[in-house]
């Protein structure tokens, strides 16, 4: 029986790798491999293939597939950005299988979304000598010196004075550290739209092709109930709990000023608080609009209160944060509405 189920495993792991390559090389010859190609679809095709054969032949899959791709296409840059697209399928399998909280899935691979990113940069710069991480400076003295060639062309017609002003403003942030978090936070930014877009795209394919994952099959009744259903979708209390203290811990490290010294390891750092900030915002505020929804039997709470933290973004993105934290620790200091909350999504998911 388990030389038939690895037959069976082996031939659909095959034709799944051979569609691939024709797919790849399609794209490839009409200029669509950085249109979308290796950051939604090569990641969503190895999900499936790990949901549908397992970790063994996925991984012979790609290294199937990138070592074709190289003799075919001669180019290296393509077999890396396949592998890397299959690092983060295979992160999305393993979350669908063996992860049993969509949010803690969420968060996982929004983490492995920004390291893929930070390794094919590295790799870029070995190909190219082109790197964004690592030539931080760099990027900021193009930066600074369009701002100069606008200001320039501002004064030339005579443009308006504020605006000129706004622009040297612009141009005395460039290289400060206010600017550089700017940098990290859209890295953290990005990597959180990148895994969220590909987490519920393969799970949208997954569900199409009425594959099993394994111990959690109720995960797939998401496709058809997002709407409904995408207000329950929290972190458990204690990854939450777990992200506060990692985020605190870099503020205080900000505060010090620290830094390694090594550009990517730097940019982790500080790039993983801001997905830490952003999933543990979205919860605090989300749980805590629940709750007024909830007891008050209206929306009319939840919006002023979103009204508020909108005022408080004006003034300090900070106080914003943190007073949402503080708020969403005082309202729910034992989890009971996070678990009620989690028991309502379990229940509207199975129930699908």
């Not at 069976?8 to 010859?29: N, Q, R």
């Not at 605006?163 to 936070?185: D, P």
Request: proline share 1%; with cysteine.
């Amino acid at each position: 029986m388990n030389n038939i189920n690895n037959s069976k495993a082996i031939t659909e792991a095959s034709i799944m790798t051979s569609i691939f390559i024709v797919l790849t090389l399609l794209s490839s010859s009409i200029g669509l491999g950085f249109l979308g190609y290796y950051d939604f679809i090569v990641p969503i095709f190895f999900s499936i293939i790990f949901v549908k054969s397992g970790w063994k032949y996925s991984i012979l899959s790609v290294f199937v597939s990138a070592i074709i791709l190289l003799f075919i296409l001669g180019n290296p840059i393509t077999s890396i950005m396949i592998v890397q697209g299959a690092i983060l399928g295979f992160s999305v399998g393993i979350a669908f299988t063996k992860l049993n909280c969509i949010g803690n899935e969420i968060i996982f691979i929004s983490i492995i979304s920004l390291l893929v990113l930070f390794i094919f940069d590295f790799i870029l710069r070995a190909f190219t000598n082109v790197s964004i991480v690592s030539n931080f400076g760099e990027v900021s003295k193009d930066i600074s010196h369009a701002l100069d060639l606008l200001i320039k062309s501002t004064k030339a017609n005579g443009g308006n004075i504020e605006l000129v002003k706004i622009l040297n403003s612009y141009k005395l942030m460039i290289g400060t550290e206010f600017f550089k978090q700017i940098f990290y936070f859209n890295f953290g930014l990005m990597s959180f739209g990148n895994g969220f877009i590909v987490y519920f795209l393969s799970l949208i394919a997954v569900k199409k092709l009425n594959l099993k994952i394994g111990k959690y099959p109720y995960k797939l009744n998401l496709v058809g109930s997002m709407k409904k259903n995408i207000r329950f979708i929290f972190s458990s209390k204690k990854i939450f709990f777990a992200m506060l203290v990692y985020i605190l811990f870099i503020e205080f490290l900000k505060v010090l000023k620290f830094e390694t010294g090594f550009s990517y390891l730097d940019a982790s750092i500080y790039s993983i608080e801001y997905i830490f900030m952003i999933f543990t915002f979205k919860d605090a505020v989300i749980i805590v609009e629940n709750k007024m929804i909830s007891e008050k039997g209206n929306i009319k709470p939840a919006r002023l209160y979103r009204l508020i933290l909108i005022i408080m973004l004006l003034i300090n993105s900070k106080l914003m944060y943190f007073a949402a934290i503080i708020n969403y620790l005082w309202n729910d200091r034992h989890g009971e509405f996070r678990k009620l909350f989690e028991m309502v999504l379990n229940k509207n998911l199975s129930s699908s």
